[in-house]
């Protein structure tokens, strides 16, 4: 795929995300290899996102990284209008969706829908959001710039 | 011996202005509505040894204290939170003078937009870390848009439709319509134009966020028997709870353990046992609403409504004064009156329980203050009139 969903590099001055994060700089690193993982606690096998350095269940401070989806299910959505940023002010509002992987033990994951059910582009109430909560998507990758990768997902 | 309550003895603000219209600085708002509040009390500058306001105030505790000749500063403090500290702050105040910490603690928070990044725009400074470095990239950044998401659930949940929440927005703006002091009196708000507003974020619409506002309040903070002592009126902090559920780190937290609520399940519960006092109890609710949805998810927990029939309620005025069962938001509060970070809806529930309001619920005993409905961190409080 060719560009990002959200503006390139966007927005403009918006901070890229701490890829040097002792706790979760190696999740991004995964990312770049296209592997979508979790945390899963060498103890008690909860999954746990975002990388924390301890499970939050045992307090277990060791883990492995569990591949999940790449399929999984939107569990919530909303679709910002209003530019929070000077470079969102000429562009048409975006989906934001809240996703459960597969094999994530529900642990979810924020992302943007980069197809949705018509176009988001197009004016926006088109878009029935609630009735999107529920539908499977797929994870797509989506590399921005040469500095990191977003998991994205498209409607199964 | 009968346990020494905290209680509140004077309440103020600054004069409220729309964004980027006060003449002056927040610093100087925030001066204003603690000399406001005090005079309001009948205690001297002299006497303060606390304050306490919230994360992120432009004007900290130890700023303002100095500005103000704060001659000894026995009890400084910041809420780890934002709006939904309201009843925190006073908790917190509580606290240090049951305990002998300090004996004059003043809640305070002056919030000016319109000289202060705002809250709604993209602060772009540094690098996104912890938990917002998985949700900024995706453009879920401001607090509207991290909210956003969570509503949507709890409407989907509910059966509801993204419209449900405007009962909530129409109350506040009726209020306001009594309430000479609000940003919004004299600009009255129906539905049609309500359902004809732009979208900041779906499922919230612009009367749904809040008023930005330059704006101050305060309130202060005494022992009942310190009260007592000078003779001073007294609305008693019957109780409280503050905190948050599992996994709630940031406002938004797609991995919360609740997701779709308002944060009060258990924090309702605890506070009607601690207190020995139910909903039924209560004469006025003022709940932060920022941003509607959430106030619905709210009022369910905390027992007005059975889950799901808030929206129901709402349509059919139960949140209005001078008919609605659950008069809520009397002043016109976040959405109508000024969004003070939600400490003006402290000064209203005080003024409620003095018989000051503009909006007077008759014989108003008890009111539930709740901050922050949705956000990470919440808090709730009882206060009640007339018995010291």
């Known amino acids: 795929m060719t560009g990002t969903y959200l503006p390139h590099g966007w927005p403009d001055g918006l901070p890229d995300p701490d890829l040097d994060d002792l706790d979760a700089g190696d999740w991004w690193l995964e990312c770049a290899r296209r592997r979508l993982c979790m945390q899963r606690c060498s103890a008690c096998g909860t999954v746990r996102f975002p990388p924390r350095p301890l499970c939050h269940r045992c307090l277990g401070p060791s883990w492995w990284w569990q591949e999940v989806g790449p399929g999984g299910e939107i569990f919530s959505v909303c679709e ?63 590399p921005v710039a040469d500095r990191y990768t977003l998991p994205q997902w498209r409607l199964a | 011996m009968a346990t020494d309550h905290a209680c509140i003895v004077g309440v103020g603000e600054s004069t409220y202005y729309r964004r980027a219209r006060s003449p002056v600085s927040a610093f100087r708002l925030a001066a204003d509505a603690v000399r406001a509040a005090l005079l309001d009390a009948g205690v001297g500058i002299e006497e303060v040894d606390g304050l306490v306001s919230y994360i992120r105030e432009r004007t900290p505790v130890e700023v303002l204290a100095a500005g103000l000749g704060v001659r000894r500063l026995r009890f400084a403090n910041s809420w780890s939170g934002g709006g939904g500290g309201i009843a925190a702050v006073a908790l917190n105040a509580g606290m240090a003078v049951t305990t002998g910490a300090a004996d004059v603690v003043v809640c ?12 709604g725009q993209v602060r772009s400074d540094g690098t996104a870390t912890g938990t917002d470095a998985f949700l900024a990239p995706f453009g879920l950044i401001t607090p509207a848009q991290r909210m956003a998401p969570k509503a949507m659930r709890y409407l989907y949940d509910n059966g509801l439709d ?17 309430n000479p002091r609000a940003l919004m009196y004299g600009r009255p708000l129906d539905l049609d134009t309500y359902l004809a507003s732009r979208w900041i974020v779906k ?22 028997s310190w009260a007592a002592a000078r003779g001073l009126r007294s609305v008693r902090i019957v109780g409280g709870v503050q905190g948050s559920d599992a996994r709630q780190d940031v406002m938004g937290s797609p991995n919360a353990e609740r997701y779709a609520t308002a944060g009060f399940t258990e924090l309702a519960r605890e506070l009607y046992e601690k207190t020995g006092i139910g909903p039924p109890d ?7 609403e920022t941003f509607g949805p959430m106030v619905l998810a709210a009022v369910e927990e905390l027992g007005f409504c059975a889950p799901g029939t808030a929206a129901e309620a709402g349509a059919r005025g139960d949140f209005r004064w001078p008919d609605g069962p659950l008069p809520l938001n009397t002043s016109g509060g976040n959405l ?32 539930l203050v709740a901050g922050g409905p949705g956000a990470h961190l919440v808090s709730a409080m009882i206060l009640e009139g007339g018995v010291a």
Request: charged share 20%; aromatic share 8%.
């Open chain 1, 80 to 142: 910002p209008h209003y530019p929070a940023h000077p470079s969102l002010r000429d562009r048409p509002p975006y989906l934001v969706v809240l996703v459960t992987p597969d094999g994530s033990g529900g642990e979810r994951l924020v992302g943007n829908l980069v197809n949705g059910p018509g176009d988001p582009n197009d004016p926006a109430d088109q878009v029935d959001l609630l009735g999107l909560i529920g539908r499977r998507v797929n994870c797509q990758w989506e």
């Open chain 2, 108 to 119: 305070y928070r002056a919030i000016c937009q319109g000289q202060q990044p705002r809250l």
């Open chain 2, 162 to 178: 993204l419209d449900a929440a405007a009962p909530v927005a129409l109350a506040s703006y009726w209020h306001a319509q009594h």
């Open chain 2, 203 to 224: 499922p919230f619409r612009l009367y749904d966020c809040a008023l930005e506002s330059d704006a101050a309040a305060a309130f202060v903070v005494v022992r009942e």
């Open chain 2, 282 to 288: 209560l004469d006025v609710l003022q709940v932060y």
């Open chain 2, 336 to 367: 109508a009156e000024a969004y003070v970070h939600g400490l003006e809806l402290v000064v209203e529930a005080v003024r409620q329980l003095r018989g000051q309001s503009h909006c007077q619920v008759d014989g108003a005993r008890r009111a």
